[in-house]
């Protein structure tokens, strides 16, 4: 998966901690989407940002989740006070830009995060 | 976006074709046709896409019927590495990117 790098690769964390997600995206890809993956169950979307701004947030939960990609460094996905329901495997996802023929996302392995 | 509806799982031989069908009849005209894969517990990644003509790359074939309500991703010669969830997605282009998964087909290629 040509470069898109996910950490941790596993993340453990008792129930009310934060969780942080990071993301590095293709070198030069300046488009980042997050999806989720509940157990036994499809890959769900919940943010498509650009350089310092959110595009897109419809699939993220109003409540305990938030999502940057700042000018310089990772794309962060942070899940607040977290509760057993969000275990689940997050994908980070990049793309050079919209529009035009080479749009295909390139995936990152995830984290897979689980709340004990 | 378009819905798609594809079989839940599909059996293939080692070598074989694998053919893997996909009905998407409300697609609208702007809305291409992408097809990932995901491997177990790997992220999804992109195999191939197109509008109307059909498609070939170093992975895969995508064959879309004339009124582009169904179309077909064929691996030439599966082999045991090709077992994966297959999604069939449809999209407008500006979003290539934001895909909206549906369940896939399971291929189970087997020797």
């Known amino acids: 998966n040509a470069g898109v790098m996910q950490n941790p690769r596993h993340l453990v964390r008792r129930r009310g901690q934060e969780a942080r997600l990071r993301c590095s995206p293709v070198?030069?890809?300046?488009?980042v989407y997050w999806y989720r993956q509940l157990p036994e169950e499809g890959l769900k979307f919940m943010v498509y940002?650009?350089?310092?701004?959110?595009?897109?947030e419809s699939g993220m939960p109003k409540e305990r989740f938030s999502a940057e990609f700042p000018k310089e460094g990772p794309s962060i996905l942070r899940i607040q006070q977290v509760v057993r329901g969000d275990s689940a495997a997050y994908f980070c996802?990049?793309?050079?830009?919209?529009?035009?023929?080479?749009?295909?996302?390139?995936f990152g392995q995830g984290t897979r995060l689980t709340v004990v | 976006d378009a819905k798609t509806t594809q079989p839940p799982s599909m059996d293939c031989a080692e070598g074989r074709a694998a053919n893997l069908p996909c009905n998407h009849s409300?697609?609208?005209?702007?809305?291409?046709v992408y097809w990932y894969r995901q491997i177990h517990s790997q992220g999804p990644q992109y195999i191939i896409h197109?509008?109307?003509n059909n498609e070939t790359n170093e992975m895969a074939s995508l064959i879309i019927t004339e009124d582009r309500k169904s179309s077909t991703l064929i691996l030439p010669h599966a082999t045991l590495r090709d077992t994966a969830v297959y999604y069939c997605?449809?999209?407008?282009?500006?979003?290539?990117?934001?895909?909206?998964f549906g369940e896939g087909t399971q291929l189970t290629v087997n020797p």
């Open positions: 996802a990049s793309s050079p830009r919209t529009g035009g023929m080479n749009t295909e996302a390139f």
């Open positions: 070198k030069g890809h300046s488009h």
């Open positions: 940002l650009q350089k310092e701004n959110i595009i897109d």
């Open positions: 409300t697609i609208s005209g702007n809305e291409y």
């Open positions: 197109g509008l109307k």
């Open positions: 997605i449809v999209g407008p282009e500006t979003s290539g990117s934001r895909l909206t």
